[in-house]
């Protein structure tokens, strides 16, 4: 296709009155965003990952943790690769004429069952008689009959992506297949961990069977990146919900206006570790760095699958704290800090492993970063494991964050200009 005919393509979504060619996006639009649509689109996993956080704290505040974090794992992972689907699709072939607007909503239906599906998941692990994957593998149906209809369409009427689409839409129905077996079937639970392992790595191997990697659709750098940074801003919101989760019943009085010390810690605590997550996320320009690093993008997009874990969990970490504070656990003090620190060490670990793996840049400044960063972590455990009330723990790991906060905007935004400098001059 032309670069004519992709600009053509990409000023195309405008006319959603009729049906418009699904012929492909221009990957180098000016000023491409995300439409409304996609905005809609995501409130719709609000609700997923809100469940999913929900669930996991009150499995963990019951000291059934193994049981919560596989849970929480899996039901994290099916949302993202469901959320990556949609997302990667529509930045190559968005075209928001009123078939691709239809075809969303029935996602956004299948991505609802699919939340209402996810306590029962969470029920079943923690029984450990049977995984109940029913609701959620229906929801998951509803959403791939939408995105096989859209890969038919764009197959149809793009030559030029005929063969993508067509594999796209024979390894989906395979993987989905497989799904609808591990759902309704009922088998020994090695067979079922051995079938969710296998599918969960087919799942992550689609984008390489259906187009060899990440430059067989012509997807927008800089719109994969805003999605994504939307994406996590939506996980980053659980840590806000745990906040208020964990001070609302921490209130004197009952009344709403006596605040207690605790509520108080946990308040600072939770949107001051919010804010540092959030800092730290968009002081990378994914956006740039994908521009010379197109190649990468599978990397960068499920990459961000632990990624989005940690914060996730984070957010669920807090509302363990309010329910230890509470006296609404079964745990002691030690393991509710770890419940908050380990996702927060993840998310840090992945932010910094996904910066240097884009830019094929190690950097012994960031080493030194986040070793600091971990030892914070570690300093917030150990304390709560020598007696140091819970609120100063929670302050202590809000800490974490802004140890590369800090970092970044006093020496570090040099190295990383430097790095992207030398990137956009081919020097690396």
């Not at 709560?384 to 809000?398: K, Q």
Request: proline share 3%.
């Amino acid at each position: 296709m032309s670069h004519r005919e992709h600009a053509g393509a990409g000023h195309r979504g405008k006319l959603s009155h009729r049906l418009v060619p699904m012929t492909g996006r221009d990957p180098d639009e000016p000023g491409r965003s995300a439409s409304p649509l996609e905005l809609l689109f995501d409130l719709t996993f609000v609700v997923a990952v809100g469940t999913a956080a929900a669930q996991f704290a009150d499995l963990v505040a019951e000291k059934h943790t193994g049981q919560a974090i596989a849970a929480f794992v899996l039901a994290m992972f099916a949302i993202s690769v469901a959320w990556i689907s949609f997302s990667w699709f529509s930045s190559a072939f968005g075209t928001d004429d009123w078939l691709y607007r239809a075809l969303t909503m029935l996602q956004m239906i299948g991505v609802v069952v699919f939340s209402l599906g996810i306590p029962a998941m969470f029920h079943s692990v923690a029984e450990g008689e049977h995984l109940e994957l029913r609701a959620m593998v229906i929801g998951y149906v509803v959403m791939r009959i939408a995105m096989v209809l859209q890969w038919w369409r764009a197959a149809r009427e793009s030559p030029g992506f005929h063969d993508v689409g067509m594999a796209s839409i024979r390894w989906t129905v395979l993987a989905q297949a497989g799904w609808v077996v591990v759902g309704f079937v009922h088998l020994p639970w090695a067979a079922v961990f051995a079938a969710v392992g296998a599918l969960g790595l087919l799942e992550l191997g689609l984008p390489v069977l259906t187009q060899g990697g990440a430059g067989g659709t012509p997807w927008h750098p800089h719109h994969v990146a805003e999605r994504y940074g939307l994406f996590a801003l939506i996980t980053l919101g659980e840590g806000v919900v745990g906040t208020v989760a964990s001070s609302g019943d921490l209130l004197g009085g009952g009344d709403g206006t006596h605040w207690t010390r605790n509520a108080v810690a946990v308040v600072v605590a939770g949107v001051g570790l919010t804010f540092g997550m959030w800092w730290v996320y968009f002081s990378t320009p994914f956006g740039d760095i994908l521009v010379h690093r197109r190649a990468r993008g599978y990397l960068f997009g499920y990459g961000h699958i632990p990624l989005f874990i940690g914060v996730a969990g984070a957010g669920a970490g807090l509302h363990v704290a309010g329910l230890y504070l509470e006296h609404h656990t079964e745990i002691g003090e030690s393991a509710v800090v770890l419940a908050l620190a380990l996702p927060v060490g993840l998310y840090l670990l992945m932010i910094y492993l996904l910066h240097t793996l884009l830019l094929s840049a190690a950097d012994r400044y960031h080493l030194l970063l986040i070793s600091l960063t971990l030892a914070v972590l570690a300093a917030a455990v150990l304390l709560a494991a020598a007696g140091v009330a819970l609120a100063v723990c929670l302050l202590v790991v809000m800490l974490a964050p802004f140890v590369t906060v800090i970092g970044y905007e006093t020496v570090g935004h040099r190295h990383q200009r430097q790095m992207l400098d030398d990137l956009a001059s081919g020097a690396r």
